[in-house]
Structure formats: C-alpha cells, structure tokens
C-alpha cells in the first residue's frame, strides 16, 4: 500500500533533507516544489520515516474533492479520515496518543468545532487547546479543487530530540544542528570541536551520525556545560566527548590541531548583543583558524551575516565555500561552510 506524505524540513535545507530522505526504502519524492516541504510516496513501511533528521515533523496526507470542510462531516469522508487517524496510531503503543488538536483557519468554527468534537468522541482523545499528541492539519488543496487532511506520524515533532533533557534559551534545533553535522563532511577519523557549545546540540548531532577520533566541547558558561553534560548523558554520548571550560578565543590547544569546528555564534538577540559580537566574531575566527589543520573546516551558523562577511573578508586564512539561508521561525540566518587554506 502507498501513502502520501509530506516532510517538513527548516527552509534552507530541502536539497539536505531530499539526499536522507532519498535513502530510506519504498520512498519516490516528488520534484523539488514549496519551500520547507517535501512531497512524496511511500511505498515502504512509514516507521522508517521517523529517522529523518533534518525533519521537523512529517505528515500523511489525503485530498478530499469536497467543496468545503463541512463535508467531512459526512459518514463516507468522516471513516476516510478516522482510518487515517487509525494508520498513524497503529505505528504507535497502544495509548501513545491522549489529546487530539486540529490546526486549520477557522479551527474555532462552528462547523470545525463540531468535527473535533465528533472525532475525540469516535477516538476516545481528548481535545487539545493549543497542541495534541495527535496533530491534524486542514488546507485547501493547492489545486483548489477540494481540502487536505493531514495526520503527524509522530506523538512529537521530529524537531523534539528524545535527547534534550535539559534546554536552554536559544539553543539550536536538532535539523538544523544535523545539517550543519552533515556538511562537515563527517569521518571517522575527525577530530571535532565545538566551540561555545551550549547545551550540547552540534556535538550530539555529529556523534550521531558517526564516531570520530575526538569530540571536545568548550564554553565559559557553567550552567551551559552542565546542560550539556545532562544531554550528552541522555543521548549515550559522555564518554565520547570532553567538555571544557576554555573561553574560545583562547583556546589551550596547539596549532592545526582539529580537523572541524562546529559553532553555532551568539545572534544577538537571545544570546549576546551586537556590540560584543563585534569584538567577538573577529578574535573566535583567528583562534579557530590557528588550531584547524590545513584544508580543515568550520561551520558556523550565526544571524549576523554582515559581520560574518565583514570578518570573514579580513582573514585570507578561512575560504568561504558555501553558505545557506535557513528559516527559523522569522529569523533567517546563515550556515557558512569554510576551508582552512594557507595565508595568500
């Protein structure tokens, strides 16, 4: 049996999403079409989509050629969406799902107030003010012809990593963290340091993908390593990742003595402010440059894009090989991918 699906991926990373979604069995993507989704067929077993991790959620999906909402009122349309419903529950323990919520414009009308009501009823769910395990979304179909039902295959966003145990203000999201593991390049035999590394997202999300020769984490703030230490635990990583409290433009380590930096910068709005970045960007830049062997990598994500190019435009040491726009909920800032290349 096939399935439509949607995957919805942080704008930015399609291409990134498209190549982990392209791996998994029984799947066909639709060509490349609205920003942030990936449309496509499952012909494979829909669990297997709970591993794709530059995904903040996916959905199953089903037009109706109906003129408004209110026939899926209607016994015939009212079944095809319970058995939706039902799909998505059967990839779950039993009593996985306790509330239902239902996102749509006009979700407080009285005639989709009656079908929350008469779903929660037929599911025994209880419906959800502002979220639910079981998240349903209504749309107009792009073809304006009818409406689409989709269903979240998942209890939680995708976003929500199981490992996060300990947040903090600002912290990176798991898909974009992911993205930025992936374009490093990632091999056994990196050794890696994340700088200013918070609560321990990059540095997770790396070791995830795969093992390297080394990981270290640094950052001044105590109250972050303790953050990272419980994520670490949680995720099963501690022991294959050295936290230090090293302020990262001073860094005690030797010359050309990392392979990768991963860094997700201060944008100055939750985390830091302008003016110290101005200081700050220029001196963490150097010193990552001083301890990155020769063809080495950086990637950083930072909101400051300007300064990033104005810094970037004064240290002949980093190349700039590629950079993505990536949206995070109103904010839009930028991956940069750099080499280490020797001095001009």
């Known amino acids: 049996m096939s399935h439509r699906i949607e995957i919805i ?190 609560s321990g997202t990059l540095l997770i999300e790396r070791l995830l993908i795969g093992p390297a020769a080394q990981a270290i984490g640094c950052d001044t703030d105590p109250e972050a390593l303790a953050c990272a230490y419980r994520n670490l635990a949680a995720a099963g990583l501690s022991h294959k990742v050295a936290l230090h409290d090293w302020d990262a433009q001073q860094l005690p380590l030797p010359p050309a003595s990392v392979d990768v930096v991963l860094a997700d910068l201060p944008f100055g709005h939750l985390v830091g402010s302008h003016a110290s970045n101005v200081t700050l960007y220029p001196a963490l830049l150097r010193e990552a440059a001083r301890v990155t062997r020769l063809n080495g990598c950086a990637v950083i994500i930072s909101h400051e894009v300007r300064l990033m190019e104005r810094t970037l435009a004064e240290l002949p040491e980093w190349r700039l090989e590629q950079h993505l726009r990536v949206d995070l909920g109103g904010l839009y800032p930028r991956i940069f991918v750099l080499r280490r290349v020797a001095h001009v």
């Not at 990134?16 to 490349?32: M, S, T, V």
């Open 9 to 198: 991926v942080p704008a930015g990373l399609e291409a990134l999403a498209r190549a982990e979604a392209q791996r998994i069995a029984g799947i066909r993507l639709d060509p490349p079409g609205e920003s942030g989704v990936i449309s496509a067929t499952m012909r494979g077993p829909l669990p297997a989509l709970f591993d794709v991790r530059c995904a903040t959620s996916v959905f199953l999906v089903r037009s109706f050629a109906i003129p408004r909402p209110r026939a899926l009122l209607g016994d015939e349309h009212f079944r095809a969406v319970t058995a939706m419903i039902d799909t998505v529950r059967r990839l779950h323990p039993t009593n996985t799902f306790q509330t239902l919520f239902l996102s749509a414009a006009g979700a407080e009308s009285s005639v989709l107030r009656r079908f929350k009501h008469e779903l929660s009823e037929r599911l025994g769910l209880a419906v959800g003010d502002e979220d639910g395990d079981l998240v349903l979304r209504l749309r107009p179909s792009r073809d304006r012809a009818g409406w689409d039902v989709l269903v979240r295959l998942t209890p939680r966003p995708l976003a929500t990593r199981p490992w996060r145990v300990c947040n903090r203000e600002g912290a990176l999201n798991g898909p974009v963290a992911h993205a930025m593991a992936l374009l490093s390049k990632p091999r056994a035999s990196d050794r890696v340091l994340n700088v200013a590394c918070g």
